[in-house]
T-cell receptor
Framework: GQQLNQSPQSMFIQEGEDVSMNCTSS?????WLWYKQDPGEGPVLLIA?????ELTSNGRLTAQFGITRKDSFLNISASIPSDVGIYFC?????????????FGKGTKLSVIP | DGGITQSPKYLFRKEGQNVTLSCEQN?????MYWYRQDPGQGLRLIYY???????QKGDIAEGYSVSREKKESFPLTVTSAQKNPTAFYLC????????????FGQGTRLTVV
């Protein structure tokens, strides 16, 4: 199946630092979603993006839908210990009848107090 | 409360036995999905259903079966044909049409003993 390249695979940062992660693909997407997963739990939706160039914020989180429609990034500002977890990007391919979501492999974030 | 519920949270199975994982949603979502999550592998699609009494294979359907007799329910059976069934299983649902997010259940951890 289609793959999303998500990077970095893992990050260790100091509390208070900003974080950036991204997803890229060779295909065009019409939806980008960003999720956070805590250990042993299901992913929780953070931000949804539906339009090329769209920049959306949710508290300390900001995500953008790339203008080429092949990439997206997520920024976390002023990280705190509860930001620890795995962050996933997901995209829906452009095209009629395409209702599957393709997921990246995740970015594991560790925050050092 | 509206949401998507998976049960049980933890499941142990003996080799050679079939086991069924439950997924129920009261969000009136059209589509439901089953994903398998292994460490470092992200989320891989097993099966999905866009309408009652219809479902499609995902990327790793071998050894699994599903049914969609009701809009609210999409149970997954892990059969004895699945060679490596120990994993974390996630169910998701979403509306179809337009641009919509997917919401996840809390997951079921299946261990074969």
């Amino acid at each position: 199946g289609q793959q999303l390249n998500q990077s970095p695979q893992s990050m260790f940062i100091q509390e208070g630092e900003d974080v950036s992660m991204n997803c890229t693909s060779s295909s065009i997407f019409n939806t980008w979603l960003w999720y956070k997963q805590d250990p042993g739990e299901g992913p929780v939706l953070l931000i949804a993006l539906y339009k090329a160039g769209e920049l959306t914020s949710n508290g300390r989180l900001t995500a953008q839908f790339g203008i080429t429609r092949k990439d997206s990034f997520l920024n976390i500002s002023a990280s705190i210990p509860s930001d620890v977890g795995i962050y996933f990007c997901a995209g829906q391919l452009a095209g009629a009848g395409s209702y599957q979501l393709t997921f990246g492999k995740g970015t594991k974030l560790s925050v050092i107090p | 409360d509206g949401g998507i519920t998976q049960s049980p949270k933890y499941l142990f199975r003996k080799e050679g036995q079939n086991v069924t994982l439950s997924c129920e949603q009261n969000l009136n979502h059209d589509a439901m999905y089953w994903y398998r999550q292994d460490p470092g592998q992200g989320l891989r699609l097993i099966y999905y259903s866009q309408i009652v009494n219809d479902f499609q294979k995902g990327d790793i359907a071998e050894g699994y079966s599903v049914s969609r007799e009701k809009k609210e329910s999409f149970p997954l059976t892990v059969t004895s044909a699945q060679k490596n069934p120990t994993a974390f299983y996630l169910c998701a649902s979403r509306h179809l049409g337009g641009y919509t997010e997917a919401f996840f259940g809390q997951g079921t951890r299946l261990t074969v003993v």
